[in-house]
Structures are given as C-alpha cells and as structure tokens.
C-alpha cells in the first residue's frame, strides 16, 4: 500500500489524500495514516523543477564526466551540491558520473566546461549534450506500480500541446516555494507571494498545464522495488525522432525520455525491477522499434542528486 500511495504522488505530486483514496480505491484515513509519516521522515519529498525550454536564460546540459575511481564519489557530491544541478548519477564501472545542469546562460556554461572541469585534476574527461526537448509523459511515471485506469484519473492525457505561456515576474517567487515544498497549501504559498490563495492556484495551474514547471515527488527508487537503473544513450533516425520518444516515454519502466544534442539523439532513463527486466525491455521493447540504430547501455551504480533534491544517503559522500 505504502508503494501504491508513493506511486500516485509520483504521478501527482499536489493530490490530495482524499484524491489518493478514490484513486486506490481505500478509505482516506488509510492514506493519512501511511503517507503522512513518510513525508515526515523525508522517505518522501514534495519539490518542483523548472522547465528550461520556458525560461530562455537557462541552458540545459548533459555532462558525461571521466574521473579517476578514487574521487570519484567527492567529484559527485561537490556537484550534487550545486544549485544548478538536477541529478547526479555515479555510473557503470565506478569511474563515470553522469549530470544534469540548468545552467544560468552562457557565462554559467563556460566558466563550468572551460574553467572549472579543467581545474579538477581528478576529472579525466567529459562529453556534453544539450537538452532539445523532454517528453512529457515521463511526468506521469508511476513505477508501474499503477492500472491504466487508475493512471488517467492522474494524468488524463500528455500529448495534446499546452497552451503558449510566457513567465510573469512574479512566478519566480512561486515557483521557488514550489521547489521547497510543491505541497505547501495554496494559502501558504500565498503568504510566500503576497498574493490571494485565489490567484496563486490559478496561476500555478496555469504553470504546471503548460509545462513551465514540473511538480515532483522524491523517493529512493530501490523502495519501490526498483533494483536496476539504466541510462539509454540512444541513435535514432531524425525523422523517426519524434515518434520514437513518445514511444519510449510512456512505456511504465521509463521515468525520464528527451532529445539530445551529440553522437546520440535520445537519452533515456530505465527503472527496472533487476536485470532481468532490463533485458527483457533492451529485447522486446527497444528491439523493436524500427528507426533505432545504435545504442549504448550505461547502469547507474547510485543516484546522488534527483530532481533537484540530494538524497540524504549522498550527504555522507
């Protein structure tokens, strides 16, 4: 039960208890009893990231970067500490770090592959992408711990096109106490923000149905029976680009589907139940798409930041 509530607020960060229960078909109280302590003791975090795609400054980046073993889990912290990282992932043999920025412009950029990755002497090499889009019903990811049913009472549907929306000046402010909590109550974000309660759900609404900020729920994916991480460094033909990352993206073991700049054109990130599982999605599920041409497999050996948040188990790195 515990998994199934995890995996509604995955789906649904802002659902409400009563919410959970219609969807899992359980009383309320039952949810309050299970879901309020795991919040309280952070197994669960409520948080929000940014769309960079709406917010023109911000310069999204893929790093692949070479250290020697040694450092390998200092070099990972030092980044999961940075504001401007989303995830932090130590991969395969122990000696690759995989990292997503959202860099503050060109400046941010530079300074971080021209100054500051040459200065690390324990920093071998690297390899950059650039985001160019994310596929959006990777949002709703839900550990297939979920029916189809119960999915679409979440998430309703993901491929229509949002409607344009450009950031007011203001948004800052309530997307940063988002980030904080995206659970805080529309009347505290509206003492955050100075505006009415009013105001502040339609705005954030208005935020989140067009894709400006992402509401998120932070959970150790081992607890949810997830025992193989993946990242797929994916070659697809350009014009099958598209259709191949729907595809990909809203398959249950997919949490995170974008395009890419680079000798690959499609990252993507598997959770899968062991590597039986991950197998049998390379053979059956990747094997069968059509306008795939290579691919490179890289495990994650531990997550170190997510969306955002660092895991409380990479503070002692």
Known sequence: MDRRITAVLLASPRASWR???DVLGVSERTVVRRAAPLFHDQTLRATAVRNPALYPHLIPMVLRIRCRPHRITAIAATLARRRDTVWVDILGGGDEICVVLFLNGRDARNELVLR???????????????????????????AGLLTQEESAQLWPGFDASPEPLSPLPGDDVLVDALIEDSRMTYEELAARTGKTARTVRRRMDALVEAHAVRLATE??????????????????????????GQILSRHPQVRFTAATTGASSLLVAV???D???????????????????????????????????????????
């Open 19 to 21: 919410h959970v229960a």
């Open 219 to 244: 959970v150790d994916l081992a607890l949810l029976g997830v025992h193989a991480e993946a990242l797929l460094w994916i070659k697809a033909i350009p014009g099958a680009l598209q259709e191949t």
């Open 271 to 273: 959770a899968a139940a």
């Open 275 to 317: 590597l039986s599982a991950l197998y049998a999605f390379l053979t059956a599920t990747v094997g069968a798409l059509p306008h795939i041409s290579d691919i490179e497999v890289t495990p994650i050996l531990t997550g170190v930041k997510r969306t955002g948040l660092v895991r409380p188990t990479a503070l002692s790195l």
């Open 116 to 142: 500051d990755l040459p200065a690390t002497a324990a920093v071998q090499s690297w390899t950059s992408y650039e985001l160019l889009r994310v596929f959006p019903a990777g949002f709703a990811w839900s």
